[in-house]
Structure formats: structure tokens, C-alpha cells
């Protein structure tokens, strides 16, 4: 329900237009400072509390932002580093929502086991793809940026998944370990479906509408409509959004099948209209999650202190906890990996049959990451969007709500604080090489020009850059790099 017009937080929207120019000139988070304005505005004596129904924060938030980060990841990288998203983004979730469940229960013992989860559930995913959108300026390797977006991708789907069965407990629902692995299984399929569906059926429709506007007005839709037909048969919305996002970017940007007249004009509008929504979302959800503190505080159910503890211990394990997991997860394929070697030594045939499946790969790493990348790795674990948007969609019925909210937004602005602003000077005291990384793209542009110049015409270029794709003879960046640059040739020209 809402209680107001809302226009205080239109009004920190406004603000956080300038607030975000100057925090990224100081080299500072921009939801740090928001969130903290936000808050502060809170406590205006005679302030009205802006409260919206709890499903309506993930449903309006979570699916474009999702899209927008899925419209910039590459499908092969990704394929390519399955194994460490996978690790990430399921296998350290749900060690972390058990971790800092069971921590909850033992702080804040009278919020029972179930509400505990709930937190956990809310705190475990960090936001990874932030970090992502500012790879180049911390000068992350391309590999550790793919895992990352990966990771940012996979995680969402399971913590909000934890939610979904930790709230349902809490309400009442019988759940069982055995439950919450098929409930588990059931939402990724059904989730993978609903979004392959939608895909597909926008990639039909989409070309057939000749006007950019109308077909940036479908594909802004998409993510809304995925998210919630899953949700409305209790599928992961979330992965939903993100096959979707695959299915109708990677076929409009390579698929020959897909490409048809003014496609270019709908490309271009689409990079220029994403970056403006997913700020605007990411500013509401900073202020609106601000703009609670005050009530939140005078309605907590444990006592300041006590909360506020509590919000420090889980700060530290959430910080220490991905740092120890991340390096004896990683150690261990380290591990395997030397082993792997030792016998690559003794057995000629093992070898041969392991150099065979490198030549599949296609020049895609096989090896662990170096200790540098995953003490990179390991610090990026700043909460952000979800966290904020899972503890305000928790039902107002489920006891613990405002210390959630709070313990939430302490969390959040706590590894924004510490993880958020050492990040950089991190990246830069490792001095990661990347003296090869960058020889390799100058040598992928160079194949990307050569390919264009073999063919004449702006849609026999595009084709040709998709198909260097789909042959492994081009990476997806360097493709999608060139054939934005055709398409502003292309609307230039016409």
C-alpha cells in the first residue's frame, strides 16, 4: 500500500543524478552516498512512511536489471567458465544463506530458524555485476570478469529461490531438505522453459513490427512478462529473465536468420535506453531502502543494540566467509589440477586425450585461476540491489521484518564501505600482467577487420562477424564491438 505520493523519493531520484556524477569523480560507490542521503531524509520530523506491497519491489526491480546485465555477457565465456559460476553462484550461495542462517539464530535466537534463513537467503548474494560494469577501470582480466558476470547471473536465481522456500517455512509451509531440492530443481527447469518460450516468441514477433520504437517497447516488457509468467507457476523468474535475455540478444546480434531491415536502429536505441533505466531502478531501490531507516528502527522487535550487533558479527561473516570459501573452493581445483598435470607426465595416452579436448576448447582455459585473480575474486563481494530489494520484499507478516530491513541495509552499506572502496587500490597493488590479455584483443580487432574487409555492404559484414563467431575464429566482445561500430556506420549512412 502506498501511503504517500512518493515525491521524496522522486526528488532523491533528482538528486542522485548529481550525487552519482560526483561520487564517480571521487572514485566512490553512488549508491553508498544515496542510500545514506536517503536515510537521512528519513528522520524529517512529520515525514509519512512510503511503503510499497513487498512482491511489487522484485517484480518492478529485479527482472531489467537482470536483463541488462544478461544483454552484455557473453554466452561462450560464460560456457567456458561454467565450473567457477557454478561454484559461485549456486555451491557458495547456499553455503553462505546456511552460514549466516545459523549465525542469525544464534545472535537473535527468538527469531526463529526459519526468519534466520530468510536473512541469510537475503544477505548471501553479492553484487558482482557492479563490479563487472567497472572491470576496464579496475583492470580486471577478461576471465575473472566473465566469471563474475556469471556469477551475478546464477546467484540472484538461487538466493531469491532460498527466499522464496525460507519465507514459505516461515509461513507455515511443511519444508523439508528433500522438498527444497526438488522446489530447488523444478523452479530452474520450468524457469529455463518460460524464458526459452518468451525468447522465442519475441524473436518472431519482434521483426515483424518495423518500427524501433515498438520493438524497444517489446524487449522492455520482456523481462517484466518472463519474470512474472514464471513466477505465476512458481518457477525461478529470475533465470526467466536471464535465458531470455540470451535468446534475444546473442540470435539479434549474430543470427543471419534474425537480422532484417532497421534491426541496426533498434540496437542502437536499446544501448542507449538500458544504462538509463538501470539507473533509475538502482536509485529507487537505494533511496526507498534509505527512506525506511527511521521506521524501521522505531519498530524493531529486538532492540537497537542488539540489532545493530548482530548486523556488525553477520558484516564480518559475510566478509570472511566468501574470502575463506572462495580460495579453498579455488584451492581445490588447484589442487586437482596439479594432480591432473602429475598424470598428464606419467600417462602419454591421458595427454594425448587432453591436448585433444584443448583443441575443442578452442583456446578456452582449462587451469584454475592464478591467487592473484581469486584474491580479487574473493574481495568482490559488496551486497547491493538484491539484497536491499529481497529485505524490502519480505512480507510485513513475517516477525523480524524491520531488523531484517535494517541488518540488511548495515550489511550492504558495511562492503560498499570496506570492500567497495579498497577494490580499486586492490587491482592496482596486485598489478595482475595483462600484457598478453591485450595482445589478444589487438590481434581479435585485427581478425574482426580483416573479416569485414573480405565482404562489402553493412548486413554482410554483420554476417560475417557472426558466423567468425559461431566458427570460435572471434570472441563475442570483440564481435558485438564491431558490430555496434557498423550499425552507427549504418544509421550515419542512411
Not at 557473453?74 to 561454467?82: I, K, M, V, W
Not at 580483416?450 to 548486413?459: D, H, L, Q, T, W
Amino acid at each position: 500500500m502506498i501511503n504517500v505520493n512518493g515525491v521524496e523519493i522522486l526528488l532523491i531520484i533528482g538528486l542522485g543524478i548529481a550525487v552519482s556524477a560526483l561520487a564517480k569523480r571521487r572514485g566512490v560507490q553512488p549508491g553508498l552516498i544515496i542510500v545514506v542521503l536517503a536515510a537521512a531524509v528519513s528522520f524529517i520530523p512529520g515525514l509519512p512512511r512510503l511503503e510499497l506491497e513487498s512482491e511489487l519491489i522484485l517484480a518492478i526491480v529485479v527482472p531489467p536489471l537482470l536483463y541488462s546485465a544478461a544483454r552484455g555477457a557473453a554466452f561462450t565465456s560464460l560456457g567456458a567458465n561454467l565450473r567457477p559460476i557454478i561454484t559461485l553462484g549456486v555451491a557458495l550461495v547456499v553455503l553462505t544463506t546456511a552460514a549466516l542462517g545459523v549465525i542469525t539464530s544464534w545472535l537473535l535466537p527468538t527469531m526463529g530458524l526459519a526468519t534466520a534463513f530468510v536473512l541469510g537467503a537475503v544477505l548471501a548474494p553479492p553484487d558482482t555485476i557492479t563490479t563487472v560494469s567497472h572491470g576496464g577501470e579496475l583492470g580486471l582480466p577478461k576471465r575473472v570478469t566473465s566469471i563474475l558476470t556469471g556469477e551475478s547471473l546464477l546467484n540472484d536465481a538461487t538466493a531469491l529461490t532460498l527466499f522464496t522456500i525460507a519465507v514459505a517455512a516461515v509461513s507455515g509451509d511443511e519444508a523439508t531438505w528433500a522438498g527444497g531440492i526438488g522446489r530447488f530443481l523444478y523452479t530452474a527447469v520450468a524457469g529455463l522453459l518460460i524464458g526459452l518460450i518468451f525468447g522465442v516468441g519475441t524473436l518472431w514477433l519482434r521483426k515483424r513490427l518495423h518500427n524501433a520504437t515498438l520493438e524497444t517497447a517489446l524487449v522492455l516488457l520482456l523481462p517484466f512478462t518472463a519474470f512474472l509468467a514464471a513466477e505465476e507457476i512458481h518457477a525461478s523468474g529470475i533465470l526467466a529473465v536471464v535465458l531470455a535475455s540470451f535468446a534475444v540478444t546473442t540470435n539479434l546480434t549474430f543470427d543471419p536468420q534474425h537480422q532484417y531491415p532497421g534491426g541496426h536502429l533498434t540496437r542502437l536505441q536499446e544501448d542507449a535506453v538500458w544504462p538509463v533505466l538501470d539507473f533509475l531502478l538502482e536509485t529507487f531501490v537505494f533511496a526507498y531502502i534509505g527512506l525506511q531507516l527511521r521506521f524501521v528502527l522505531e519498530d524493531l522487535e529486538f532492540g537497537l543494540g542488539r540489532t545493530l550487533i548482530a548486523a556488525g558479527v553477520l558484516l564480518v561473516a559475510a566478509v570472511v566467509i566468501r574470502l575463506a570459501a572462495v580460495f579453498v573452493l579455488f584451492g581445490r581445483w588447484s589442487l586437482q589440477w596439479k594432480m591432473m598435470r602429475l598424470k598428464m607426465e606419467r600417462d602419454p595416452d591421458f595427454k594425448l586425450r587432453f591436448e585433444q579436448n584443448v583443441q575443442k576448447r578452442r583456446g578456452q582455459p582449462f587451469e584454475p585461476l592464478p591467487s592473484k585473480e581469486i584474491l580479487l575474486v574473493s574481495w568482490t563481494g559488496m551486497r547491493g540491489i538484491l539484497t536491499l530489494a529481497a529485505a524490502a520484499a519480505v512480507p510485513a507478516d513475517v516477525e523480524g521484518r524491520d531488523a531484517i530491513q535494517v541488518i540488511a541495509l548495515v550489511v550492504t552499506l558495511g562492503t560498499l564501505l570496506i570492500q567497495g572502496t579498497t577494490l580499486r587500490a586492490l587491482a592496482r597493488r596486485l598489478r595482475i600482467d595483462l600484457a598478453a590479455e591485450q595482445s589478444q584483443e589487438a590481434s581479435m580487432r585485427q581478425m574482426g577487420s580483416s573479416i569485414m574487409a573480405e565482404v562489402s555492404g553493412f548486413e554482410a559484414q554483420r554476417n560475417a562477424l557472426g558466423q567468425a563467431v559461431v566458427d570460435r575464429r572471434l570472441d563475442e566482445a570483440t564481435a558485438r564491438e564491431l558490430i555496434a561500430d557498423i550499425d552507427r556506420r549504418q544509421a550515419a549512412a542512411g
